[in-house]
């Protein structure tokens, strides 16, 4: 019962996307913005929305996820970016990491920018994430240090600095 | 891909989820658990958390662990987890603790406090951490053997 279920399951997942033809629309006109409709992904090669399947590239998985997250469709955003084959790549980790915390699993994105970290520990806008997670979680001592570790790498001119300073000012003021 | 999520409802999710994991198909397990309805069932968590550390991610893996138990302090699969992550990251003493949190919950005879109890045995004498061997040591808790 339990197997059978399973093996419903894996062709459903990882059999179906294969049977999919890539549909790529015929219309013309302006390139349209790296964010589509649910279940397709902005491929950055043909510049156009194609359906979310495992032949897309990273870096369209990552346009789209990070759009995604921009504009608040955290859960379509997670799906996307779940579908990168490069699972450590620190930007796929940071936005997977925002849109689980900006869904409310503050201490899921914590671990996601802690792995982003670990493979890139100069990646200073998740530096930024972290210190705006960790004051989510009133730890304004923890939002300090990232906010000095991103002075070490880019200064206080870089908009990471900036942006998590004036948060830290915000949270402090109340 | 989308359409399934309302298909199968949660324990059918869980179930198969935990199957793929425990088979060693973490990328599956990741991608079916990623449907269940509810992000916040401790179950559920517990499973991403463990199937990402598998494959070697143990940082989001602890990440998934914290989550599972801000939503349910008590449930304990997720510190026998938490405490392997930590042996597989070499903090000892953060293992003994989540030993210590389990004791508190289910005593010191509950699988759980046995098998982590065991890890930390092996982890002090290898002087390291390694996966337990057989599929039926991980994550079967007490009242999923029922």
């Known amino acids: 019962m339990r197997a059978r279920l399973i093996i419903g399951l894996a062709s459903m997942l990882f059999a179906g996307p294969l049977l999919v033809a890539p549909a790529f629309s015929a219309g013309g006109g302006t390139a349209p913005a790296p964010s589509c409709a649910k279940g397709k992904v902005y491929d950055t090669k043909s510049k156009k929305c194609v359906p979310k399947t495992s032949a897309v590239d990273d870096d369209s998985i990552y346009e789209t996820g990070r759009s995604l997250a921009m504009e608040g469709r955290y859960g379509e955003a997670i799906d996307i970016l779940n579908l990168a084959k490069d699972k450590t790549d620190p930007r796929i980790l940071n936005y997977l990491g925002y849109s689980h915390r900006k869904e409310g699993r503050v201490l ?21 994430y972290m210190g705006e997670a960790q004051l989510q979680l009133g730890d304004v001592t923890a939002a300090r240090e990232q906010l000095g570790e991103i002075e070490k790498r880019c200064g206080k001119g870089c908009s990471e600095y900036t942006e998590l300073a004036s948060q830290i000012d915000a949270y402090v003021k109340g | 891909m989308a359409q399934q999520s309302g298909m ?8 198969a989820g935990r199957e793929l994991a425990v088979a060693k198909r973490y990328g599956e397990a990741i991608t079916v658990l990623s449907l269940a309805a509810d992000k916040t069932d401790p179950r559920i968590l517990n499973y991403l ?50 030993l210590g949190q389990i ?7 509950c699988s759980e ?26 994550g079967v808790s007490s009242e999923n053997a029922l």
Request: glycine fraction near 12%; hydrophobic fraction near 35%.
């Open chain 1, 108 to 128: 899921v994105g914590l671990g996601y920018y802690q792995e982003a970290l670990r493979q890139d520990p100069n990646y200073t806008l998740v530096r930024e």
């Open chain 2, 113 to 138: 406090y046995s098998r982590l109890s065991a890890q930390i045995g092996l982890f002090l004498k290898g002087g390291g951490w390694s996966p337990p061997e057989a599929a039926d040591a991980v």
């Open chain 2, 103 to 109: 004791s508190l919950s289910c005593g010191t005879t």
């Open chain 2, 49 to 98: 958390g463990f199937s990402h550390r598998m494959q070697g991610r143990v940082l989001v893996g602890l990440g998934y662990y914290r989550e599972a138990l801000i939503q349910d302090p008590s449930y304990v699969p997720a510190r026998e987890y938490m405490g392997e992550a930590y042996l597989q990251l070499g903090d000892l003493g953060a293992a003994r603790e989540q």
């Open chain 2, 8 to 15: 199968l409802d949660d324990e059918s999710i869980y179930e």
